[in-house]
């Protein structure tokens, strides 16, 4: 039994669905495991190179935060090949130097458009009456 899918959003969530299979269908940890990972390689004729961890085969590992069934799992790592492919902990530092490059771009294109921006002038603590219109009778 393997477990695919042609859709990006189901594929990223295939240890989910195999995870439902140890729920619903009786399925122990690791014939769960196996339909995500030896299983559709040994379908495709591919398992001399991926599907299991062993000596000879390529390096696609992913490593998770907690167990890959777990809904509060997160991909840390991933390596393809034996090459990191993705790397959470330089993700999330990336993170941070992309969002202040894009409030500097911004900063910078608002600038240019209008010039530097003027601080608001401060509101007094009172609602001030509307040109034209005469104070109210007790706040003389």
Do not use: W
């Amino acid at each position: 039994v393997t477990l695919n899918s042609d859709s990006d959003e189901l594929a990223r969530r295939l240890y989910l669905e195999a995870a439902k299979g140890m729920k619903y269908g009786g399925m122990t940890e690791e014939q769960a495991l196996r339909m995500v990972t030896l299983n559709p390689a040994l379908q495709l004729g591919i398992d001399k190179h991926v599907g299991s961890i062993d000596v000879g085969k390529d390096a696609d590992l992913a490593i998770f935060s907690q167990h890959p069934f777990s809904v509060y799992t997160v991909c840390e790592l991933t390596m393809i090949e034996g090459e990191v492919y993705f790397d959470r902990s330089e993700d999330l530092k990336q993170r941070e130097v992309l969002k202040r490059e894009k409030a500097d771009l911004v900063k910078r294109e608002r600038d240019q458009r209008t010039g530097p921006r003027q601080p608001r002038p401060e509101r007094p603590d009172q609602p001030q009456p509307c040109p034209g219109e005469s104070p109210r009778p007790n706040e003389q």
